[in-house]
């Protein structure tokens, strides 16, 4: 569940933006990665506690995320899905070489605060507290996510402007401003994500490819566009890929992927739609 839980934490930026924004980010894993070497730069290097640096890496990268938005992204968000797609995986090859350069191609860990570490016993099991962490950051993000689309008025406009964005100009609701925003807001819980991932996932320049296809499985399982489904379906992802490598470890991911074939067989359309 800790596992489902960092996947979620990552992947529900992209669920904004090819969800709601119809924008394939697959560069999305980088903003990721880039927020777990800045954990670890501010955590190992500079010494503050993993506490105090989360923040830090939620707003730089949501800065960063807004400047790429108006100079890169924008430009590209009215193209064909080929130019998306063509134009973030370069961006992917280039951020996994300035990786490279800048920390080397080992991995590296982040020190975890006091607090985080060791183990409490709950119903008759022993549960590591940073895994407990995890889960609990999950389920307050969703929340905060889900309220903040489903019941806000930015979260209307939104909407507004995914279902109908010349209509919403013409409402005068600011639609670039609104998907700015939105990708803004992306791209810092990815940063969170991977500085939070950084102990279980592992922090290495092969980041963003070796999780983009688990980020792209969170998003179209869970249903574009829908923060509850994105939560359900990386916790049932997560789960049944931990148990499936450590019982039937010759398999590989082949059963994460046999999971996914069916569910959108079943689902077509994902777990669950977002409300229009």
Known sequence: MAYGSLLFVISVGMSVTLGLMRFINLAHGAFAMFGGYAAYVLVNRWGLSL?????VVLVAFAGIGAVLER????????????????????LSFIA??????????????????????GQVHLLGLDLGIYRL????????ITASLYVLIERTRFGAQLRA???????????GI???RVF????ALGTGLAAVGGALGADVLGLDPSFTFKYMVYFLLVVVVGGQGSIVGSAVAALVLGVCDVVGKYYVPSAGAFLIYALMVILLLVFPHGLIRRAR
């Open 51 to 55: 506490f105090a640096a989360l923040p």
């Open 71 to 90: 100079l890169l992204y924008r430009r590209v968000s009215r193209s064909r899905p080929l130019d998306q797609v063509l134009f973030t995986i370069g």
């Open 96 to 117: 996994t070489a300035l990786a490279t350069w800048l920390w080397g191609p080992s991995q590296k860990r982040i020190t975890l605060p006091h607090a985080l570490t």
């Open 133 to 140: 962490f995890l889960i609990a950051m999950v389920v307050a």
């Open 161 to 171: 402007a995914v279902d109908r964005p010349e209509a919403a100009a013409g409402l």
């Open 174 to 176: 600011p639609v670039d």
């Open 180 to 183: 700015g925003i939105s990708f």
